[in-house]
C-alpha cells in the first residue's frame, strides 16, 4: 500500500498570509497562482518566490477557479449567483446565471471536462430561503453548445468536484452531515451512474470538512478535511492526511511540472511539495514563449 512518505516530499511551507479567507486555487501555465479572498471580494496573483497581488477586484464572492477549453479563467461568482469568464481581453462576462428561468443558488466550485463541458456545483444553503428560486441544490453541467444541464440533486451541501485523470470517474463532495466524496461511474458522453460513496469522513474528530479536491496522474485523490488535507488511494482507502496549520479549504497542483500543490487554508496559503504530478485541467493555457 502507498505510504504519505510515498507522496509527500519535504515538509508543508506558508506562501503567505494576512487574508481574511482564502479559497479556489489554480496554477496559471504562466508561472503563477491565482486564489481567492472570498470576504473582501478579491482574485490574488502569487509568483513563486513572490508577494501577492490583486488580480480582480469586486468578484461577488467569488470561489472555485478553472479554465475552459480556449484557456478563459472560469469563475463561480457566490454572491452574483452566476458562472462568469474572463475573456483574453481581461473583460468579465456572465456564462450563466439561471435555469429554466430560475436564477442560480450559489454556484461554488467548477471543472471541464475535455469535450468543453463544464461542471460546477450550486448548493443553496448559503442562500436566504426567501431568494431561492430552484429549490434544491444541484450538480449542473453546461455543454459547449450552451445547453445547461441538471445532474444531480438534493446533495444538501454540495461542494468540490473532480474527474480522474481518465475521466471515467467523477467525484463529488458533502461538505457537512454526513462529510464524505461519493464517486460515480462517467460514460464517453460525460452522463453519471452508480452513485457510491467513495470515504466518509464524519467519524474523524479533527476540525474541518471535505472541501475541495484534486486529483494526481495516478488517479489518488487529495481534499481538504478534517485535519489538513487528505490523500486517498483510488479506491478511497485513506493514505493518510498532510497536516496543514490552519483549517484547509482548497487544493490545486501547479509548479512548472506539477507536483506542488497549494492549499487554501483560512488566511494563509501553502505549499506541499509532492513526489507526485498532478492531473492538468483539460484547458489549461500553454505557459507563453520566454
Known amino acids: 500500500m502507498t505510504q504519505l512518505s510515498d507522496i509527500v516530499a519535504r515538509p508543508v511551507e506558508r506562501l503567505a498570509t494576512g487574508f481574511a479567507f482564502t479559497e479556489g486555487p489554480l496554477w496559471h501555465p504562466d508561472g503563477f497562482w491565482l486564489f481567492v479572498d472570498t470576504h473582501p471580494n478579491l482574485v490574488h496573483k502569487l509568483v513563486p518566490g513572490g508577494e501577492p497581488e490583486i488580480y480582480r477586484e469586486e468578484t461577488n464572492r467569488t ?4 479554465f475552459d477549453m480556449q484557456g478563459r479563467l472560469l469563475m463561480c461568482e457566490g454572491f452574483g449567483r452566476r ?4 475573456e483574453h481581453d481581461g473583460t468579465i462576462v456572465t456564462l450563466v446565471d439561471s435555469f429554466e428561468g430560475k436564477r442560480l443558488n450559489r454556484p461554488n466550485d467548477i471543472v471541464c471536462r475535455s469535450d468543453g463541458s463544464i461542471y460546477f456545483t450550486d448548493p443553496q444553503g448559503l442562500v436566504d430561503e426567501s431568494l431561492r428560486e430552484l429549490g434544491a441544490s444541484m450538480l449542473f453541467r453546461l455543454r459547449p453548445d450552451g445547453t445547461l ?3 444531480l440533486r438534493h446533495i444538501p451541501s454540495i461542494n468540490g468536484l473532480a474527474f480522474s485523470p481518465d475521466e471515467r470517474t467523477f467525484y463529488v463532495i458533502n461538505t457537512r452531515e454526513p462529510k464524505l ?3 460515480f461511474d462517467a460514460d464517453a458522453a460525460g452522463d453519471l451512474s452508480n ?5 466518509d469522513m464524519s467519524a ?8 475541495g479536491m484534486k486529483v494526481d496522474v495516478d488517479g489518488h485523490v487529495y481534499c481538504s478535511g478534517p485535519a489538513g488535507l487528505w490523500v486517498m488511494e483510488p479506491d478511497g482507502t485513506h493514505i493518510g492526511t498532510v497536516p496543514i496549520p490552519e483549517l484547509a479549504t482548497n487544493c490545486a497542483f501547479g509548479g512548472a511540472d506539477y507536483s506542488t500543490m497549494l492549499v487554501t487554508a483560512r488566511t494563509s496559503v501553502y505549499a506541499v511539495p509532492l513526489r507526485t504530478r498532478g492531473f492538468v485541467p483539460p484547458g489549461a493555457p500553454r505557459a507563453k514563449a520566454p
Not at 470561489?63 to 478553472?66: A, E, F, W
Not at 458562472?83 to 474572463?86: A, E, T
Not at 452513485?195 to 470515504?199: A, L, P, S, Y
Not at 474523524?204 to 472541501?211: M, T
Request: charged letters at 35%; hydrophobic letters at 30%; aromatic letters at 4%.
Open 63 to 66: 470561489n472555485g477557479l478553472t
Open 83 to 86: 458562472v462568469s469568464r474572463r
Open 149 to 151: 444541464e441538471s445532474l
Open 181 to 183: 466524496i461519493e464517486a
Open 195 to 199: 452513485r457510491r460513496t467513495f470515504i
Open 204 to 211: 474523524d474528530p479533527a476540525d474541518g470538512n471535505p472541501d
